[in-house]
């Protein structure tokens, strides 16, 4: 088990030369790519809080009317609540070079696959938009990529690259689930 450490001074000074530290005390440089994936996680963990909250206060339309929270949204707070928490997980693992453990990520097989089947099959690529709700959900699903690109450069992350694989998929099923209207998609190559 790895020892809680606890933030007792915001302000070290480390940060001004360019250093940093991981869960385990050592120091490392912040362009370091461990670093790099804990920061790319950590920006993911934010943009899915700026969603959540979204879609709690209904301050983004995603039932076509005034903006009111659907069941379906209330659903997708809950989801985003606990992603958020398996995303510090995700940053621990990281930190710790694995020994924190990393969340399970069955229940996303199961949650795509559940939420998949509630939509037509796929035509064409996607184009984000749709609704606000929709467009800002493929915002995370695209920092999720990144953030994915980033752990398969950090040894000993499989779990974490799979995890946000997963991650990213679900954000596009719920994309496309929060998109109003038609469905906006690739007309392919246009002549001019």
Known sequence: M???RRITRVTTGRGDRGETSLADGSSV????????????VDELNSFIGLLAVELATGNIETDGST?????????????????QQELFDLGAHLATLGAAPAPDMAWLDDAVSD???QLPPLTEFVIPGGSRAAALTHVCRTVCRRAERHCWGVA?????????????DLL???ARLLTTG??????GPQKR
């Open 2 to 4: 790895v020892a809680k």
């Open 29 to 40: 440089s912040k362009t370091d790519e461990r670093v790099h994936a804990i920061g790319a």
């Open 67 to 83: 903006g009111a929270e659907t069941s379906e949204d209330a659903d997708f707070t809950a989801v985003l609540k606990q992603l």
């Open 115 to 117: 939420l998949n089947a």
């Open 156 to 168: 000993a992350v499989e779990p974490v690259g799979r995890y946000l694989n997963r991650l990213s």
């Open 172 to 174: 596009f099923v719920m």
């Open 182 to 187: 038609e469905e906006p998609q690739w007309r």
